[in-house]
């Protein structure tokens, strides 16, 4: 049973392009929600948390819908510098204080 | 500041050694967390401590592995006897106080290559 779905991709887009991903989770008990960052060969590092009413954090843009178990990060202006992969993350309410993370949706971005 | 350390960074060993994995969680903090990455199956948490003490370990795949927690600056995990399929990156991870909403962080990871 998948905890945590995510479309792996990749997703090639160019420079200054608009980028979305989707993740959705399957236990509705789950209360927090996160995005991580991974790059090439690197440890995970959060990106930021998704709030409930959603979130802005310069040009990443998180949502949470709990009705469909569904959560999203939207990318503005792509850099270059924002190839790698992101994890969605979220919390196992079966299991004290474990996460459960997605396998990571892979962002390549070309000039 | 210290974040967290983990040795080695690298190892490649052959079927049917021991192999050990050090740990230095951040100081302070209260929880460590021991997640291995696969291609296949992703980043998958394997046990967790409080305060020194493992609170679940229902992700350990098998009786080959083993960790523990000394004290609160050193965690190991233990594969014995190794097997290519334990083959991953193996990540350590430590929280303040292990509450759900708190920001989990990572060391470098050790890769293991079991041939």
């Known amino acids: 049973r998948k905890e945590v779905e995510q479309d792996p991709g990749p997703f090639n887009v160019p420079e200054g392009a608009t980028v979305a991903f989707n993740c959705t989770y399957s236990?509705?008990?789950?209360?927090?929600f996160f995005w991580y960052r991974q790059d090439c060969r690197k440890e995970p590092k959060l990106l930021m948390s998704v709030y409930s009413s959603g979130n802005e954090d310069g040009r990443f843009t998180a949502q949470l819908n709990r009705a469909s178990q569904y959560i999203s990060l939207l990318i503005r202006d792509s850099k270059l510098s924002d190839s790698a992969t992101y994890l969605c993350v979220v919390n196992d309410p079966d299991s004290g204080y474990a996460l459960n993370f997605g396998k990571g949706t892979s962002l390549l971005v070309t000039p | 500041d210290a974040g967290v350390i983990q040795s080695p960074r690298h190892e490649v060993t052959e079927m049917g050694q021991e192999v050990t994995l050090r740990c230095k969680p951040i100081?302070?903090?209260?929880?460590l967390f021991w997640y291995r990455q696969t291609m296949m199956r992703g980043l998958e948490l394997l046990i967790y401590f409080n305060n020194n003490v493992p609170i679940d370990d229902s992700g350990m795949p098998e009786d080959r592995f083993s960790a523990k927690m000394p004290n609160a600056s050193f965690s190991t995990l233990k594969i014995q006897p190794s097997e290519p399929r334990d083959s991953a990156v193996y990540f350590c991870?430590?929280?303040?106080?292990?509450?759900?909403?708190?920001?989990?962080?990572f060391g470098p990871g050790t890769r293991l290559l079991v041939l």
């Open positions: 236990n509705s008990a789950s209360q927090s």
């Open positions: 991870a430590s929280t303040l106080s292990g509450l759900a909403s708190e920001t989990q962080y």
């Open positions: 100081s302070g903090h209260d929880y």
